[in-house]
């Protein structure tokens, strides 16, 4: 089995563009950046699906999708998937999601990662609970291997600032 360390995902603003990070053949991942439309059916009734986050104002949500695949012929272990979020963006509180991941959150710019409940920050000089808004990093971590050829998926939302 191979042991995959760490990949870290960067998107810089807000296109709708694909980044894709490779590291050692092992994985393809990608990031999509997109936000929540609603619609109303004809039915009166409202449909939300997601679109390409072409323009965003301040106060609008996205939504990063990060899709990783084991592209090789064995089965991944370790597979930890970062994304730092942008200073012009502030994390929703509980949207981090993937199944059969550990989540946790970095408040320091990614040097250290716990579960949000357990970070803390120095607001003029005095420690408090970490909020939602002082996070800096997100980070997922398969709790089993990535079997070759198979897919996961972490997502999580932010608001534009």
């Known amino acids: 089995m191979n ?6 995902l960067i998107l810089t603003g807000f296109s709708a563009g694909l980044v894709t990070a490779q590291e ?3 994985l393809n991942v990608r990031t999509v950046v997109q936000k929540e439309e ?7 009734e409202t449909e939300r699906r997601l679109v390409p986050a072409d323009t965003v ?15 090789s012929d064995e089965s991944a272990e370790n597979v930890i998937i970062t ?4 200073d012009d963006l502030t994390y929703i509180e509980g949207s981090a999601f993937a199944p059969g991941t550990l989540i946790e959150f970095s408040v320091d710019g990614g040097t250290s990662f716990a579960a949000a409940a357990e970070l803390t920050v120095a607001d ?3 420690r408090r609970p970490a909020e939602a808004e002082d996070f800096t990093h997100v980070r997922w971590t398969m709790q089993n291997h990535l079997e070759a050829g198979a897919q996961g998926m972490a997502r999580f939302r932010a608001r534009l600032n």
């Open 24 to 26: 050692s053949g092992h």
């Open 57 to 71: 104002l301040p106060g609008d949500d996205v939504i990063y999708t990060i899709t990783f695949t084991n592209v």
């Open 38 to 44: 609603k619609i109303v059916a004809d039915s009166g």
């Open 3 to 8: 042991n995959i360390a760490k990949f870290v």
């Open 83 to 86: 994304n730092p979020i942008s």
């Open 124 to 126: 003029n000089g005095i």
